[in-house]
């Protein structure tokens, strides 16, 4: 398996990067959060989970080892695929997380596309003893920094590649405009374009 990939970024997509890893451009899925901290012709590290099936390998990247631990831990739930641990790091921090299964918060669950009521109950039930308590790491209330109008793609990206249509994403990233602020953090802006979209 493939733990993490280091070399320059050769392009960023709405829902993946592509980095160059010794002459090969290794395409990897993230969540808009992690994306915003890629640019182009630097040099990346990222941690990385390979789901493999019948007729794919994917590669899938996260901002640290602990948004990686996460994305792998919540797929031992029932019913939850890479897709939708996907969105669950894309919605929530790992702390953010922790905390709503450690407290039975099915509604901080729900607002994660691709969960519902009894999803986010079983969530809750199979994770609760192994998912520990929140440790304080990951980059929380740090923003990530995006240029002025770049996180309106990213946050709109992130959006279709959860499952909203485009119409419902642009509409949401207008709903969170005025929040963005000199410093957008594209996680928070992400997450508060879903309960725009939840609350619809």
Do not use: N
Not at 83 to 99: E, Y
């Amino acid at each position: 398996m493939i733990a993490y990939v280091r070399g320059q970024v050769a392009a960023v997509h709405l829902t993946s990067a592509v980095v160059d890893v010794g002459g090969v451009g290794l395409e990897v899925l993230c969540s808009p959060g992690t994306l915003a901290t890629l640019r182009t012709g630097q040099q990346a590290t990222l941690p990385t989970s390979m789901v493999v099936r019948e007729d794919s390998l994917t590669l899938f990247g996260f901002v640290d080892d602990d948004e990686k631990s996460i994305f792998e831990l919540v797929q031992t739930a029932s019913g939850v695929g890479p897709k939708v641990a996907q969105a669950i790091t894309a919605v929530l921090s790992p702390d953010d997380l922790r905390r709503a299964i450690s407290s039975d918060d099915v509604k901080t669950l729900t607002r994660v596309p691709g969960i519902g009521q009894k999803g986010a109950q079983r969530i809750i039930l199979e994770l609760k003893d192994r998912i520990g308590a929140p440790v304080g790491s990951r980059t929380a209330g740090l923003p990530v920094a995006a240029p002025s109008e770049a996180w309106r793609e990213q946050v709109h990206g992130g959006l279709v590649g959860l499952g909203w249509s485009a119409k419902d994403a642009d509409k949401a990233v207008d709903a969170v405009a005025d929040q963005a602020g000199d410093q957008p953090d594209v996680g928070a802006l992400l997450r508060a374009a879903l309960r725009t979209l939840s609350k619809a």
